[in-house]
């Protein structure tokens, strides 16, 4: 029995050093209380981490992505596709005690089980949930249309402020009036996968209108493989040094595709 117990906990370990060696290794933003963590998970989805609590954005990938990190305090939802609302990947979660932010779409499409865990806002409302102020940004496709993959007004994207940064996530956008005229932000996320999204001379042009302090690509894998974010960086810091662009690897497990 001693022996099985052993070999247990040796398999365990052994998962749990796979998983973090998946994970990119996280950064570190120094906000007025105390290190805000930013760990990239895939594509969409990261973990934020600051003064004991947990935030996943948009968990998906499966539940051993998340192997060694703490289970999450508010998970935050910015659409109903499932790269957004994974719900395999949410079963797969302690999500016991963990309150959602979500738009109004997302809640009528949660299961049953996670509604009452569920806070909806919409484009324009706000909401406190663990000390941090966030305020749901519209996300949609340009031009506007009734068959486009993302019409305005079903999703979110968010502003946090946490210990006094303002920290955009775009979700699923291309390069909107509402992006461009954001004010402050100190860390962006910022979508730019074709043809869900926008491409990078969009994405390029809209961080340069509103400026922010750091900016991640993410969310740039589109159905010709991985968006050329080197180039991205390029087009911005040519025009702006001083936005410092930060390129992770969203997409550990996946060769770039040329």
Known sequence: MKLKAFFTLLCSLVILQVSAQQQVKPDMVKTNKGQLKI??????TLVLSWNG????????GGAELYK???????ILITDIHPDHLDTKTLDGLDLKGAKMVVP???ADQLPEKYKGQAEVIGNGQSTNQLGIPIAAIPMYNLPEAEDSKHVKGRGNGYVLNIGGKNIYISGD??????MRALKNIDVAFVSMNLPYTMDINQ?????????????YPYHYRGTDGLADVES????????DANIEVRLRN???????KK
């Open 68 to 74: 060694g990190i703490a289970k999450p305090d508010l």
């Open 232 to 239: 991205f960086k390029k087009m911005v810091n040519e025009k």
């Open 104 to 106: 109004q779409a997302v």
């Open 173 to 178: 956008t291309e390069d909107i009036p509402e």
């Open 39 to 44: 760990q990239p998970i895939t594509h969409g």
């Open 203 to 215: 994405a390029a042009s809209g961080v340069l209108e509103f400026k922010p302090k750091v900016i």
């Open 250 to 256: 969203w997409y550990p497990t996946e060769a770039k």
């Open 53 to 60: 609590k947990t935030i996943y954005v948009d968990p998906y």
